[in-house]
């Protein structure tokens, strides 16, 4: 059985040392999230993670969802309760406004939660998941009695919500979409029209569930400019706000997955469905990307916390595994064998792993604190650097570490040998679960065009700008001292290479947009190796002052390796993108279709 | 339903022009393949492996293997009427001695036949995939009368067979082996013991199975040196030849996998099983790794194998689907989107995988035909050069044609967006089944080992020397040549990338094993990534010498970008490569094992 301990020593350190997040206490809801608050709800999340969740994973894969002949879902054994448990404890709204029932605390500290989440059982995860996104979106472009109505239902936990996006002929290309509305004479919309790939579809955890669907009104143009959003409950809602009969939707058919059986995945039939207008008409596409964005930084998370969950079952193994002797001679000479740890090439494996890890988690706290900064500050510049900060890493941030997270998961499963393939160890269905995370909420070959051809020209470069001038001044500030050489001196050549790829777009790509498609991926992978290695700079910093302030814990000794090794063996990549990227696009483009 | 159609067109570009094959009919059974001969037994699998094999793929994975309470395994609906036609066509014994019933045609071919059947069904392939290496071990160290009994029965499909190695605690560590054999008057041993990870352990297509088992002698010495080779039939073969009753061997149990659902991969008991021994007493570990080198090449062409069948579809998808408007304006305006093949990443992706494929292919044909220059060649000096080759390569071809052949799989998987998530695309299939690629026969880390710890140093690293040698004059004689430049160029930066990085090994990891531990993969990898580079150079130059010629076929072409796209995105990657071998073991070994 797979185990899993919340890394909340690792959390800490991030809140408390790198990013000394009491330093914005002047923010509506950091001063509740006071350091004993911080301390209680990370611990009772992590123990939620730990003792109810993660052992209903493999349950949850095995069993699946099983959708009946009159179209009810039925979760796996134990989820429903553990949904009941999750709600009771008032996680669902943590960040949420508390006007409409929530605690206001800051979207840092759910990223956080999610993680463990995630890690404990990504299946289940998706449900309180998808439900945020959609309050998000409420909250955002729903009107006030939406608001009211949907809202504090959500949170409780009564309602669950969805996205419907993708139809079967249509997925990244939005435009293409046919599900269409018709208005109806009270203001309300019959919707019609079949959605695929839809998590949470239908399931047996709520009383209600509420669909956020994209449609197009009759006579609305074609294309991305004739679509709106409409909320749609599956049960319809009576005047007193209680839940009154079925409304038109239904799931078809579950979709055979390679992962995440736990997550109910709906094919959506509507068929005059009602819903309601979300925002305005035809700005369906302005509204839905307030649940991506939230959405994408989730399924960051997600990459993170499969790799963290992987990882720590890796090193597990390999402590206890006994196979062969270290090179240098037995280490455990009383034993048969010596623990598979003692090798270089299983440590490398780890190493690498964990220095994404951490890496990868600062990243995630660093970026769902500049969110809360540009939805709670109330200077207006620093609202708008912390807004430029997220719309450029939030395509990094999942892309990277969906890409990343599920590379890791393959390592570790490599740990065990043949045992990772059996399924009873676990190994093989974090690798199964994981694979998902690179592929939805745009697969990860549009981040990296998102990043190219829309974060990184907006506003002349801006967003992109001030990261370098960051990261170059933090490199400048302490290059000259000796013990945070190992870390800033390849900081900077990485950083010089990321600069170099960006002038080279910005001299190559505008007149030739296949330049800049051809190197996205790899300036996307570029640009999340700098950003690790500035993070990586910064925490070693910190664990420095802190073994010289005296403290001898050990994972700041375990800080400053793992920081190494990342600068060593995973920040010289950045060479070979730049190489790729200065390619161009020349040969990628030369073959017609029918040569391949 | 995926589809596959085998590379012939490929095939026969390496076989005529890239290594001609035709020089080679000096030596045993090269002159009896023929090219009409070859054309024949090419066409022939792979009109069986699309046609027989392909549809049965989804239905082995679905179905999996079934074993029942007393014992007996059902294979997938269609396996066994499958193997059947396969054994009739003569295809087990296509390359083994025509003394006991094979056709003595070269192994090179058994490989490319291998390579069609993976691509078609990995799961069935195994079933004569074991076969063949039990035959291997059986006519190399089995003793005349073993081989007439075991051999010909095998090549007729009547008798399959296994290998068995692994038990609960000991994998990679065989010395750590339980299975014990007790000397009987007759000359047999009585077998006891637990195996586990037997493909093809039991079934129903065959008559009988005959396992091959590494078991210890009652008071053999300690570790690998006590160890055994055993032939263990699953019903006993009575004097006549003719098959008899149980034989105390039984499979306790079908393993839960990841992929490969079609092969039954057994928990093997030996219960007081008679067996006879395979060679010398304590002789055990030598003759298994006959089969283990014969097992570690045709895994290498599994994932080769994965990785075309993988593009394949990832291409047909990519062509068909409309999805979004080329980046430099639609190029068909009249449909409603364009297909995804326009876009760059989406190309990009392509080449990446397309370049593998026939640069692995051109490895897989080179090396196979050394293997029968060492086993075929009257010259000593010829049989030891191509032997000195096999050795080198076999660990380098195995580890990075499966990890890459693995990677492949996921980067065509992502092609299909959403839908590549969904069982019923087959693309996850492909993921699951090429996974165990990279941990069978010695995971990856072990073939990196073997490359760096014992066949990089063998005989004062002669194999290594005689392949710089031999690259570096392929790249001296056509370094002058303006159309051989873009390939010769970065061959050289490549090779000598490789050669300081083993100069840095022998001057650092004598003494310091670690440095060599630490430093395998990557070696591994740098040195498969110049042997790519080495293959796509002279492939670049025959197309070229053949367009000179007026050969107008459109393969030719796509043979030029793809080697350059090779060139240019995926070879750089030895730079890092370099730098990691470079960094030395330090970091690696510095903490303590509480620490991760």
């Not at 969950?309 to 890796?314: E, S, T």
């Not at 597990?316 to 090179?327: I, K, S, V």
């Not at 780890?350 to 792993?353: A, E, G, K, M, P």
């Given at each position: 059985?797979?185990?899993?301990?919340?890394?909340v020593?690792d959390?800490n350190?991030?809140?408390?040392?790198?990013?000394?997040?009491d330093r914005?206490n002047?923010?509506?809801?950091?001063?509740?999230?006071?350091?004993?608050?911080?301390?209680?709800i990370?611990g009772?999340a992590?123990?939620?993670?730990?003792?109810?969740l993660?052992?209903?994973n493999?349950?949850?894969?095995?069993?699946?969802?099983?959708?009946?002949?009159?179209g009810?879902?039925?979760?796996?054994?134990?989820?429903s309760e553990?949904?009941?448990?999750?709600t009771e404890?008032?996680?669902?709204?943590?960040?949420?406004?508390?006007?409409?029932?929530?605690?206001g605390?800051?979207?840092?500290?759910t990223?956080i939660?999610?993680?463990?989440?995630?890690?404990?059982?990504?299946?289940?995860?998706?449900?309180?998941g998808?439900?945020?996104?959609?309050m998000a979106a409420?909250?955002?472009?729903g009107?006030e009695?939406?608001?009211?109505?949907f809202?504090?239902?959500?949170?409780?936990g009564?309602?669950?919500?969805?996205?419907?996006?993708?139809e079967p002929?249509?997925g990244?290309?939005l435009?293409?979409?046919?599900?269409?509305a018709?208005?109806?004479?009270?203001?309300?919309?019959?919707?019609?029209?079949?959605k695929?790939f839809?998590?949470?579809?239908?399931h047996?955890?709520?009383e209600?569930i509420?669909?956020?669907?994209?449609a197009?009104?009759?006579?609305?143009p074609a294309?991305?400019?004739g679509?709106?959003l409409?909320?749609v409950?599956k049960?319809?809602?009576n005047?007193?706000?209680?839940?009154g009969?079925p409304?038109?939707?239904?799931?078809?058919?579950?979709e055979?997955?390679?992962?995440i059986?736990?997550?109910?995945t709906?094919?959506?039939n509507?068929?005059?469905?009602?819903?309601?207008?979300?925002?305005?008409e035809?700005?369906g596409?302005a509204?839905?990307f307030?649940?991506?964005?939230?959405?994408?930084l989730g399924?960051?998370?997600?990459g993170l916390?499969?790799?963290?969950?992987?990882?720590?079952?890796?090193v597990?193994?390999?402590?206890?595994?006994?196979?062969?002797?270290?090179?240098t001679g037995?280490?455990?000479p009383?034993?048969?064998a010596?623990?598979?740890?003692v090798?270089?090439?299983v440590?490398?494996t780890?190493?690498?792993?964990r220095a994404f890890?951490e890496?990868?988690?600062?990243?995630?706290?660093?970026?769902?604190?500049k969110?809360?900064?540009?939805?709670?500050?109330?200077?207006?510049?620093?609202r708008?650097?912390?807004?430029?900060?997220?719309?450029?890493?939030?395509p990094v941030?999942?892309?990277?570490l969906?890409?990343?997270?599920?590379a890791?998961?393959?390592l570790?499963?490599?740990?065990?040998?043949?045992?990772g393939?059996?399924?009873?160890?676990?190994?093989?269905?974090?690798?199964?679960d994981?694979?998902?995370?690179m592929?939805?909420?745009?697969?990860?070959?549009i981040?990296?065009l998102?990043?190219?051809?829309r974060?990184?020209?907006r506003?002349?470069?801006?967003?992109?700008m001030?990261?370098?001038a960051?990261?170059?001044a933090?490199?400048?500030a302490?290059?000259?001292s000796?013990?945070?050489k190992p870390?800033?001196?390849?900081?900077?050549?990485a950083?010089?290479?990321?600069q170099?790829?960006t002038?080279w777009l910005?001299?190559?790509?505008?007149?030739k947009?296949?330049?800049?498609?051809?190197?996205?991926?790899?300036?996307m992978?570029?640009?999340?190796?700098?950003?690790?290695?500035?993070m990586?700079a910064?925490?070693?910093?910190?664990a420095q002052?802190?073994?010289a302030?005296g403290?001898?814990?050990?994972y700041l000794?375990?800080?400053?390796v793992?920081?190494?090794?990342?600068?060593?063996?995973?920040?010289?990549e950045?060479?070979?993108?730049l190489?790729?990227?200065?390619s161009?696009?020349?040969?990628?483009m030369?073959?017609p279709?029918?040569?391949?």
């Open positions: 059985m797979p185990i899993y301990k919340a890394p020593e959390v350190f991030l809140f408390n040392d790198v990013f000394q997040i914005y002047n923010l509506p809801g950091f001063s509740d999230a006071s350091p004993d608050v911080r301390d209680a990370i009772e992590a123990k939620f993670a730990e003792e109810v993660q052992p209903l493999r349950v949850g894969d095995l069993e699946g969802c099983v959708r009946h002949d009159d009810r879902v039925t979760t796996p054994k134990g989820f553990a949904f009941r448990q999750y404890g008032g996680w669902l709204g943590l960040s949420a406004p508390a006007e409409y029932g929530g605690q605390l800051p979207v840092t500290l990223q939660m999610s993680e463990f989440l995630t890690s404990a059982n990504m299946a289940f995860g998706m449900y309180p998808l439900t945020k996104g959609a409420l909250l955002v472009h009107s009695e939406q608001k009211k109505l809202v504090p239902r959500m949170i409780a009564d309602w669950t919500g969805t996205m419907n996006l993708t002929h249509c990244t290309d435009g293409l979409l046919r599900t269409r018709v208005k109806q004479a009270d203001g309300s919309y019959k919707i019609t029209g079949t695929i839809i998590s949470a579809g239908e047996d955890m709520a209600n509420i669909h956020l669907v994209l197009r009104i009759e006579g609305a294309g991305v400019k679509i709106s409409f909320v409950p049960r319809t809602i005047a007193d706000g209680s839940v009969g409304n038109g939707v239904s799931c078809g058919s579950i055979h997955k390679m992962g059986h736990g997550n109910s709906c094919v959506m509507y068929d005059d469905a009602t819903g309601w207008l979300v925002g305005a035809n700005k596409m509204a839905m307030v649940m991506m964005n939230e959405a994408r399924v960051g998370v997600q916390a499969m790799s963290e969950v992987a990882y720590q079952n890796a597990a193994y390999a402590r206890e595994r006994l196979q062969g002797r270290a090179l037995a280490k455990d009383d034993k048969p010596d623990p598979i740890i090798h270089p090439d440590r490398r780890l190493l690498t792993i890890n890496a990868a988690r600062a990243m995630v706290v660093w970026t769902a604190l969110g809360d900064i540009a939805h709670r500050s109330a200077d207006e510049k620093e708008q650097a912390a807004d430029d900060h997220m719309g450029l890493m939030t941030l999942k892309g990277v969906t890409d990343s997270g599920f890791n998961t393959v570790a499963q490599q740990v065990f040998g043949g045992h393939y059996i399924a009873e160890h676990g190994m093989e269905q974090f690798v199964r994981a694979r998902i995370a592929i939805y909420e745009g697969t990860n070959g981040q990296a998102d990043l190219v051809g974060k990184l020209p506003d002349g470069g801006r967003a992109a001030a990261f370098f960051e990261a170059g933090y490199a400048k302490h290059g000259d000796d013990a945070m870390y800033v001196a390849p900081l900077s050549t950083l010089g290479h990321l170099q790829a002038m910005m001299q190559n790509a505008m007149g947009p296949d330049n800049a498609g051809a190197g996205a991926t790899d300036y992978k570029l640009f999340g190796l700098v950003v690790f290695g500035y990586w910064q925490m070693a910093k910190v002052d802190k073994i302030a403290d001898a814990a050990p000794k375990a800080k400053l793992t920081g190494r090794f990342f600068m060593e063996h995973m920040l010289p950045t060479s070979v993108h190489a790729r990227i200065q161009g696009a020349a040969t990628t030369e073959l279709a029918e040569a391949f």
